[in-house]
């Protein structure tokens, strides 16, 4: 007991030592969230959030009688899939096929050069794809002299644009993403790969019954952890390439967010759609927890 009391005294500086992030965070992070409470009242600029009469549920229950709520709710669930998919497959076979390259400053040029999209903001990779699958791009100069076809608007076209918004997210992340699975593939033990040899396998078959079982937990982990991502589509990416025309497909909740908080001076409207879209987040959080602790053996919490 007394040795417990000592401990604690000497380790109280290390308490002090938290003190000044505990504040920053209080002020940046958990005292700006009181301003949710907007989502509740009928917003007056005039009398301020604190002043504004209480609307109750009103804004929530508009939400689920507008129109392009279920649409949204769709874009985002959809987008968010097919991009974790794509994202976890792609980077996984690009960790494959790097791991099976034996020459180093081979290995290290490739992994330096498709590491690079990832640290360009999605201002700048917008304005590179807008110039290259704009009417008068290189894309469409090689179609058209190619086909003889008229250019194709693939900025307005709901088909085209899904898909290039599929390809640029993966062209940006799945060198950064494979590195998770080159470090799984280094710790798998090597002298398998040589038992494997002298019984004659082949790399497919070593690919098979050694390196995906080596694996296999890492990959249900990441595919386990990005459920807590699904609500969120990638607003830079959308935001800096999508228009009007193919509201459809591409509008999801956090660019209807944008539009109704900041174009719409909806201000209370938006803050519902952003409470509500935080709360079933944080439902998927808890879902992906519990299932990571259970097939992926993580535990964060």
């Known amino acids: 007991m007394k040795a417990n009391s000592t401990r604690n005294r000497e380790g109280i500086h290390y308490h002090f030592m938290l003190l000044p992030t505990v504040i920053l965070l209080a002020i940046f992070s958990i005292y700006p969230t009181l301003g949710s409470i907007i989502a509740f009242k009928y917003f007056d600029p005039i009398e301020g959030i604190w002043g504004s009469p209480w609307a109750g549920l009103d804004h929530f229950k508009m939400l ?46 490739v992994q330096t050069i498709v590491y690079l999209p990832f640290f360009l903001s999605w201002v700048i990779m917008a304005g590179i794809f807008k110039d ?39 062209w940006k992340g799945f060198g950064f993403n494979a590195i998770v699975f080159l470090a799984a593939l280094t710790a798998i033990n090597p002298n398998l790969y040589e038992a494997a040899d002298v019984d004659g396998a082949s790399r497919w078959q070593k690919l ?8 296999k937990g890492t990959i249900i982990l990441i595919l386990i952890l990005s459920l807590q991502g699904i609500l969120s589509g990638g607003f830079d990416q959308i935001f800096n390439l999508y228009n009007p025309l193919v509201y459809q497909v591409a509008d999801i909740y956090d660019t209807y967010i944008y539009r109704m908080g900041f174009q ?38």
């Open 64 to 109: 689920f009688q507008i129109p392009e709520f279920k649409q949204i709710t769709i874009n985002t669930i959809t987008i968010s899939v097919v991009k974790i998919v794509l994202n976890i497959t792609c980077a996984l076979a690009f960790a494959l096929l790097l791991h099976e390259i034996k020459k180093k400053w081979f290995k290290k040029s």
């Open 132 to 170: 290259f699958f704009s009417v008068d791009g290189l894309i469409n100069g090689l179609v058209t002299r190619m086909t003889g076809d008229e250019p194709i608007m693939f900025f307005n076209s709901n088909t085209w644009f899904m898909l290039i918004i599929y390809f640029t997210d993966v």
């Open 208 to 215: 098979v019954n050694i390196t995906i079982p080596g694996i």
């Open 264 to 301: 719409s001076n909806q201000y209370e409207f938006a803050t519902a759609v952003g409470l509500f879209r935080s709360a079933v987040a944080f439902v998927f959080i808890l879902i992906s927890q519990w299932l990571a602790e259970k097939y992926g053996e993580y535990k964060v919490f």
